[in-house]
C-alpha cells in the first residue's frame, strides 16, 4: 500500500517503517500517525513478520508533532475530535518494535522513540521535550515515560529547562539501549531486528509482554506474572524444539507455535 508520510516495506521477517515529511522534519501530522498506525495494524497481522524497526531520515527521527497543524486549535475541537487519539497505537503492538533514532528526536518524536521496547540511537541522535519553549507540556508520556527510563532528575531537566540530550548522555542516562556509527544505524537496527525475528514469535511477544508489566505492578506481582508465563511456554512446540536442539547441538527451527 503506498503511503503519502512513512514508507513502509518488508525486510525479510522484519517490517521496517521510515517517516518520511522530509520538508518538515518529520513533524507528526494526523496523516504520519495515522498511517503508521495502519503499517503497525499490518505488519502485526503478519505471522511472518517477527520485528518492526521505525526509523526516520539521517537529519530528523521526528522534529515533533507538527506544531502547525495544531497551532490554532480550540480546547473544543481538540477534545470532540480526540485530537491525537492514535498517537498510542505503537505501545499496543504486541510484537518487538525497536526505534532507530537519528538526528533530532524531539517532543512527540522523542515520545514516539520511547514507546517503542528500545532505541538503537546514532551518534548523531539528540533527544529533547522542548515543548515548555512553546507554552506548553509534553503530552504523550514525557513526563511519565521518559521518568521511567531516566529517573526525575534528567526528565526535570528536559520538560523544565527544554534542553536537549546528545546520543552518549542518552545512553548513560538509560533512554538508549546502545548507540552506533552515523551511516550504520538501519542496518544495526535490522540485524537487531532479524535476531529477534529469527527467535519464537509466541517467545519473543510472552517476553515483551512480561518486562512491559513491570511497569505497571509491583515487584512481587510481576515476578509471579513472569514464572506464569514461563509455565505457559511448556506449552508451545517452540519451547520442546529450542531445548531439544540445544540438545541435539543443531540450530532451531521455530514454527511459532
Ligand atoms: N512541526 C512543524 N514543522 C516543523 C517542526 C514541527 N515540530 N519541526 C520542524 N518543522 C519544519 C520547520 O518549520 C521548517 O519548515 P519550513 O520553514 O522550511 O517550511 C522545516 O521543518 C525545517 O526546520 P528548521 O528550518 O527549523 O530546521 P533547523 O535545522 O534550523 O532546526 C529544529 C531544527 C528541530 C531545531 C527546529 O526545527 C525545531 O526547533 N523544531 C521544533 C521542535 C519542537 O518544538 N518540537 C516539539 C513540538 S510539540 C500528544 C501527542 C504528542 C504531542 C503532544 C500531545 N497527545 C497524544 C495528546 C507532542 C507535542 C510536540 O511534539
Known amino acids: 500500500m503506498a503511503y503519502e508520510c512513512i514508507i513502509a516495506e518488508k525486510k525479510g521477517k522484519v517490517g521496517l517503517i521510515k517517516l518520511n515529511r522530509p520538508d518538515a522534519l518529520n513533524a507528526l501530522?494526523?496523516?504520519?500517525?495515522?498511517?503508521?498506525?495502519?503499517?503497525?495494524?499490518?505488519?502485526?497481522?503478519?505471522?511472518?513478520?517477527?520485528?518492526?524497526?521505525?526509523?526516520?531520515?539521517?537529519?530528523?527521527?521526528?522534529?515533533?508533532?507538527?506544531?502547525?497543524?495544531?497551532?490554532?486549535?480550540?480546547?473544543?475541537?481538540?477534545?470532540?475530535?480526540?485530537?491525537?487519539?492514535?498517537?498510542?497505537?505503537?505501545?499496543?503492538?504486541?510484537?518487538?518494535?525497536?526505534?532507530?533514532?537519528?538526528?533530532?528526536?524531539?517532543?512527540?518524536?522523542?515520545?514516539?522513540?520511547?514507546?517503542?521496547?528500545?532505541?538503537?540511537?546514532?551518534?548523531?541522535?539528540?533527544?529533547?521535550?522542548?515543548?515548555?519553549?512553546l507554552g506548553v507540556m509534553p503530552g504523550a508520556g514525557g513526563t511519565q515515560r521518559l521518568a521511567r527510563s531516566i529517573g526525575k532528575a534528567k526528565t526535570m531537566d528536559m520538560c523544565l529547562t527544554g534542553r536537549n540530550m546528545d546520543a552518549e548522555e542518552a545512553e548513560r542516562a538509560g533512554l538508549v539501549s546502545r548507540v552506533v556509527k552515523e551511516g550504520n544505524l538501519v542496518d544495526e537496527a535490522l540485524k537487531a531486528g532479524d535476531k529477534i525475528a529469527s527467535l519464537s514469535r509466541p517467545a519473543t511477544m510472552m517476553a515483551k509482554e512480561a518486562v512491559n508489566v513491570a511497569f505497571e505492578t509491583s515487584l512481587a506481582e510481576g515476578v509471579r506474572f513472569e514464572r506464569r508465563m514461563f509455565h505457559s511456554m511448556f506449552a508451545t512446540d517452540d519451547q520442546k524444539e529450542g531445548m531439544s536442539a540445544f540438545a541435539e547441538k543443531r540450530s532451531a527451527n521455530f514454527k511459532n507455535s
Open 29 to 133: 501530522n494526523s496523516m504520519l500517525i495515522d498511517e503508521l498506525a495502519q503499517a503497525l495494524d499490518k505488519f502485526e497481522a503478519n505471522d511472518k513478520i517477527g520485528c518492526i524497526v521505525v526509523t526516520g531520515s539521517e537529519k530528523a527521527f521526528a522534529a515533533g508533532a507538527d506544531i502547525k497543524e495544531m497551532q490554532a486549535k480550540t480546547y473544543m475541537e481538540a477534545y470532540k475530535e480526540d485530537f491525537l487519539k492514535r498517537w498510542e497505537r505503537i505501545t499496543h503492538c504486541r510484537i518487538p518494535v525497536i526505534a532507530a533514532v537519528s538526528g533530532y528526536a524531539l517532543g512527540g518524536g522523542c515520545e514516539l522513540a520511547r514507546m517503542c521496547d528500545f532505541i538503537i540511537a546514532s551518534s548523531s541522535a539528540v533527544f529533547g521535550q522542548p515543548e515548555i519553549n
